[in-house]
């Protein structure tokens, strides 16, 4: 090798480490980085903490999005408010903080609409805590497709960055927003409303507290009471509400159709056609539903705001529940220790239930035992087992609705009545009967309506036992 040759091989490395090391210091400077270099062999285009980023400006073809943070949340400047996907803003800053480049595509292009680079696909622009800024040209996607081509402002070496930073420097307004709704625990849910087109209303609300002079005859079966749409208020079945509300979270924004709408008829929503209220302790959620488009998008918005948004018809199984669905099925679980007599009738035949209490003489109280009495079982008068007479009690008490009455009235006088009554100052009683409705089912009479049917077959079999227990064949 000639003495040139070998000079030249020497040094034109080194004149490439030079240019490196200068390009590396030039950015530094310029974009007023704040942290030592990254040590470990990476193109590094900025290095800050991410808490430093204060401004963000994202300019596309698509518009111009400013992002700047207050009170440690950021908030959109231009071109109007809207709630923000925090964590995503997030990744953006992170982006603009510690961006590193892949390699060196070209230090001197001549021709920068190779890369996309003569009218970037966006420009993205940072201003930090000390009032410098980093701004970066982003170009075309590379031929490989997972990752970007990008330039720093000042600079004419072109670099290729991970597709991340590419998505996050060309995001929109709309990818930056709030999709989710507010989220409630089953357990904090203090009121429920549903409001939907061919669909009884549902109302549902936290179990009142009993008032101070109320003696306590019934279960009180969980957490909540269904006041609408039945004729008179029934229980709810906890674990099956508790399944509504944790599938609320299905409930999110697909798609931002109209934030200053000229006409909110347009889309169904000068009268909305729905309504789901869920009020708990700390959140609440509120929608307001219109029409649905030809791609199966429903309309909704929220009261006291005009933005319209738009779901996928196929995230509202809870619109569409039926209210018996959620009911509690037992007709009455009355308090044993509360009850003195249950009156059994079908027709000519009468059967009673009853239970004596005697006050136990203070010599016979065993040590620590909280019972201040014993109980006589008898059933038509003759004593029974304890044991024998808990489990009819049970069969009385464990009858279950089946199905919702589809008719308005059930005529006639019940053929079978069973009749608590109870120990209580006022010897309250509290009755259910049972009406022919066809040859499976009766009509279940309560206090003067009749919403649900029973099988014909949980009650002849409650009846078999009653007579079982009496002694009648």
């Not at 805590?129 to 997972?146: C, E, H, I, M």
Request: glycine share 8%; no cysteine; charged share 30%.
């Amino acid at each position: 090798m000639s003495r040139s040759k070998l000079l030249r091989s020497l040094v034109f490395p080194l004149v490439l480490l030079v240019m490196a090391g200068g390009i590396y210091f030039y950015l530094r400077h310029r974009q007023g980085a704040g942290e030592p270099a990254v040590d470990d062999g990476r193109i590094v285009l900025s290095s800050h903490e991410k808490n430093a980023v204060l401004r963000m400006e994202l300019e596309t073809a698509a518009g111009r999005v400013v992002l700047v943070k207050k009170d440690g949340r950021w908030q959109v400047e231009e071109p109007y408010p809207v709630a923000l996907n925090q964590a995503r803003v997030d990744d953006i800053a992170y982006s603009f903080s510690r961006l590193f480049a892949e390699r060196v595509v070209e230090e001197e292009p001549e021709d920068f609409g190779l890369y996309g680079l003569d009218e970037p696909r966006a420009t993205a622009r940072a201003v930090l805590a000390d009032q410098s800024q980093l701004v970066f040209y982003l170009g075309d996607k590379t031929s490989v497709g997972d990752s970007y081509y990008l330039q720093v402002a000042g600079s004419p070496v072109v670099y290729t960055v991970w597709r991340t930073h590419g998505v996050n420097f060309q995001a929109a307004l709309d990818d930056l927003r709030e999709r989710s709704l507010p989220r409630l625990n089953p357990e904090e849910v203090e009121y429920f409303r549903r409001k939907w087109p061919g669909a009884p209303e549902i109302e549902i609300r936290k179990t009142p507290e009993l008032a101070g002079d109320e003696e306590e005859t019934e279960f009180r079966l969980g957490l909540w009471r269904m006041d609408a749409p039945y004729a008179r208020p029934q229980w709810v079945e906890g674990n099956e509400f508790a399944k509504v509300i944790q599938d609320l979270p299905m409930l999110r924004i697909d798609e931002f159709v109209d934030d200053h709408p000229a006409d909110l008829s347009r889309y169904g929503l000068a009268n909305p056609r729905g309504e789901l209220l869920v009020q708990g302790a700390e959140n609440t959620l509120h929608l307001l539903f219109g029409g649905e488009n030809k791609d199966g998008l429903v309309y909704f918005k929220t009261p006291g705001a005009d933005n319209v948004y738009a779901m996928k018809k196929s995230r509202l199984p809870v619109m569409e529940i039926k209210p018996f669905a959620l009911v509690e099925k037992f007709i009455l679980l009355a308090f044993i220790d509360r009850v003195e007599q249950v009156l059994i009738e079908d027709g000519q035949e009468e059967y009673s239930l009853t239970i004596e209490r005697i006050e136990k003489p203070e010599a016979k109280r065993g040590k620590g035992e909280e019972e201040a009495s014993e109980a006589v079982y008898r059933v038509n008068g003759r004593e029974t087992e304890e044991e024998a007479f808990k489990k009819l009690y049970q069969e009385v008490i464990g009858l279950r609705v089946d199905a919702e009455n589809d008719r308005q009235l059930v005529a006639g006088e019940p053929g079978i009545r069973v009749s608590f009554v109870f120990d209580t100052s006022d010897r309250q009683m509290i009755s259910y009967g049972f009406l022919p409705y066809d040859k499976d089912f009766y009509a279940v009479t309560r206090n003067g309506t009749a919403d649900f049917l029973i099988a014909r077959s949980r009650v002849e079999k409650m009846l078999a036992a009653v007579r079982a227990h009496a002694g009648v064949e």
